[in-house]
């Protein structure tokens, strides 16, 4: 839905005497679908597996930054954001601001990830929340003339266009594929796993994440806010989310891996890493499962990330592994071991997340050979493919989920991603079996069906 002005542009965080003014009220449930497909400008949408949704459309205002020092700037600009709030509301609808960065602090905003700044957050200017049972309509202002009788006239406005749209939006058809192609074929790909299995046999490098992205042309223009309605239904166990910054193209996708929460001085995370397919019969789901939870190159694997996430987090707080299982998505099974800590001191979400992207899930290990490696051998943009997407609040609480099985789509051409872990035993035509499974979760919505 069009934000209250209708100016999607955001308001400088330069204005000292700026306000943040945030008003809510319940309505009766929409189908977000509804919501997002009535609006332009900045569009967001975030979901959990526990239940929360959210959606916003335009931007009261933005955080943007690049380079190394990204994660220090999207906070001193968070701290100008968040410095006078004044919010009615429920909990579930205090202003948050969602988004992500990408993969390496120098992207460059360019292809199909133009409108896409190396780390990017938007405070919507118009929001749907879904939450405890209950859905509401909240309308965001910023700047100096920020105040409370503007906001609550922009949310009778809002609530008043609310009212209009579709209840329900009818499911349309799948847009239909005509034309698919690797960006990396699969002769060069299983070239490029064996030239780092190479690697990894000579030096120091233990792991290395390696992908590549298959470019899809469509029949009609994709609607991202109708496959992340169907998503919803074929991987209600996964986290899902669009970036859209423009009315260009839109970053979206069903993760099943969270980078971390944090909730006060709890921290959630988790090691995903070892995947077999699903078996068609249960029992051959559990043999699958078995021989995941058998493998000694796969429990390497896991062990290493494991580790390396423990490490990463022993600077902030005491920290504990939870048991290792497995983690059945509709189409894949994965190795899992929960991570909690406990934080020491009042460590932001971003802090955590800088620490611990790019976790060997999706970058390697050592960290600094791994993304050597994937610098010299990956011949594609990654762009935000891999990295932190989520939210984060004034009291520096956040969710990311890490932005994999994941694709970057506008009109009639999309991008799926998808990668996996290297390491020395690792067998090239299998590795690349595995990556076909990697971006069904999206193709599955894009194909149509026979
Ligand atoms: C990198 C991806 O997935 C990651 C790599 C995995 C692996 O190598 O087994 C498993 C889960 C993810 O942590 C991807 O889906 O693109």
């Not at 509804?34 to 929360?52: I, K, N, Q």
Request: some cysteine; proline content about 7%.
């Amino acid at each position: 839905m069009n934000p209250p002005d209708g100016d999607a542009r955001a308001v400088p965080l330069t204005d000292a005497d700026a306000a943040l003014v945030s008003r809510s009220r319940a309505v009766p449930d929409i189908s977000f679908g509804s919501f997002l497909a009535a609006g332009d400008g900045h569009r967001v949408h975030w979901s959990t597996p526990e239940g929360l949704e959210v959606a916003g459309g335009g931007a009261a205002a933005k955080l943007v930054a690049d380079g190394p020092d990204r994660f220090d700037a999207l906070r001193e600009d968070a701290d100008r954001l968040f410095d006078t709030v004044d919010h009615e509301g429920p909990e579930a609808t205090r202003p948050r601001v969602f988004g992500g960065v990408a993969f390496d602090p120098d992207h460059e905003a360019a292809g199909v990830w133009e409108g896409f700044p190396a780390a990017a957050f938007v405070l919507p200017a118009i929001q749907l929340t879904r939450a405890d049972g209950g859905t509401h309509l909240t309308v965001n202002r910023y700047g100096p003339d920020a105040d409370a009788d503007g906001a609550a006239e922009a949310l009778d406005d809002a609530a008043e266009r609310l009212a209009e749209l579709p209840m329900m939006r009818p499911r349309g058809e799948k847009p239909g594929v005509v034309g698919t192609e690797w960006l990396v074929g699969r002769e060069e790909w299983t070239a490029q796993v064996a030239g780092v299995i190479d690697r990894i046999r000579e030096g120091d490098l233990r792991k290395a994440v390696l992908s590549t992205a298959l470019h899809v042309d469509l029949a009609e223009a994709v609607d991202i806010p109708d496959t992340l309605g169907r998503l919803r239904r074929t991987y209600p166990e996964c986290y899902r989310f669009l970036v859209q910054p423009t009315d260009g193209e839109g970053f979206f996708g069903p993760p099943p891996e969270r980078l971390v929460r944090r909730e006060g001085e709890v921290v959630q995370t988790e090691a995903l890493a070892g995947s077999t397919p699903r078996g068609d019969t249960p029992e051959a789901d559990d043999e699958y499962a078995r021989s995941l939870l058998e493998s000694d190159k796969l429990q390497h694997e896991q062990r290493v990330v494991v580790d390396t996430i423990c490490e990463q987090l022993d600077a902030f707080g005491t920290v504990g592994e939870g048991e290792q299982g497995v983690r059945k998505l509709t189409n894949i099974q994965h190795l899992r071991t929960p991570i909690n800590a406990v934080l020491d001191g009042d460590t932001h979400v971003l802090e955590l997340v800088e620490a611990l992207h790019p976790t060997p899930a999706v970058g390697g290990l050592p960290l600094d050979s791994a993304l050597e490696t994937i610098r010299d051998t990956e011949t594609w943009d990654r762009g935000w493919y891999a990295s932190p997407v989520g939210w984060f609040d004034a009291a520096g609480d956040g969710e990311f989920a890490v932005g994999i099985r994941s694709g970057v789509a506008g009109g009639r051409e999309a991008t799926l991603f998808a990668g996996n872990g290297i390491v020395a035993d690792s067998d090239p035509a299998d590795e690349w079996d595995e990556l076909q499974h990697k971006v069904r979760p999206i193709m599955d919505e894009l194909e149509r069906d026979e």
